[in-house]
């Protein structure tokens, strides 16, 4: 059994700052769960053009407000607490924060550890672990 | 890209009740994720006994207080939001709730919808879709 605490996590190499996120990654690829789980802070203000090409993500919102952009279509879903999407087809998508937004993250293949979005949006699949 | 409301999923069969316990289960096998994700509430005063034979469970705790003690060491970890645990060797264990507690959960495999507990306290593999 894993039991990891949110705030010691706050203070090691599971978390990723970045422009406009930041991520604390609780499960990665080396706890052998098949996905890894992160909590995911979204800024005010962020306008986050993503493409996870690599990766079968779902975000849940447990706090704030926003919207994301499926780039396919020009649809605009509201975010708010409770709301859920995946992006089963690997959309390419807009996520807006409104307010700052307090997300859980799966994702499958699970992360390696030290990820940041390369210059299309992507995650690599070999990323450099914590 | 899929994108579900918890307060839609609550009024359908995606919401399983059971004693001391219910789950809105927002993804399942059939949206081919590769893990399903739940929201579960965990009833004040609820002790769950369960073994999770099947599957690889992580949990994260939103709201709320508990326990879950591992009963192949004994060792009880506090709950508390921000504390998560994933039962990464299909760990038999006792869910306590304090208070209600609100809870994001991740299983892989996938459920399929409609499982609820045998009386070994595991999930089937094969259980019916919602």
Redesign the interface.
């Known amino acids: 059994?894993?039991?990891?605490?949110?705030?010691d996590a706050l203070k090691s190499r599971r978390h990723v700052v970045s422009k406009g996120w930041e991520s604390t990654r609780?499960?990665l690829k080396d706890?052998?769960?098949?996905?890894s789980?992160h909590?995911t802070k979204i800024h005010a203000g962020a306008e986050l053009p993503m493409h996870y090409k690599n990766h079968?993500e779902?975000v849940?919102c447990?706090s704030g407000q926003g919207s994301?952009e499926?780039l396919?279509t020009g649809e605009i879903?509201e975010i708010r607490p409770?709301?859920?999407?995946?992006?089963?087809?690997n959309?390419r998508?807009v996520l807006r924060g409104t307010t700052e937004m307090m997300m859980?993250c799966?994702f499958?293949p699970p992360l390696n550890g030290l990820e940041v979005h390369d210059e299309t949006g992507a995650y690599a699949l070999e990323a450099e672990t914590v």
Chains 1, 2 share one sequence.
Request: glycine share 6%.
């Open positions: 059994m894993i039991v990891r605490d949110l705030d609780l499960l706890d052998r769960m098949g996905y789980f909590i079968l779902c849940y447990m994301i499926d396919a879903h409770g709301v859920m999407y995946a992006l089963d087809k959309d998508h859980a799966v499958n």
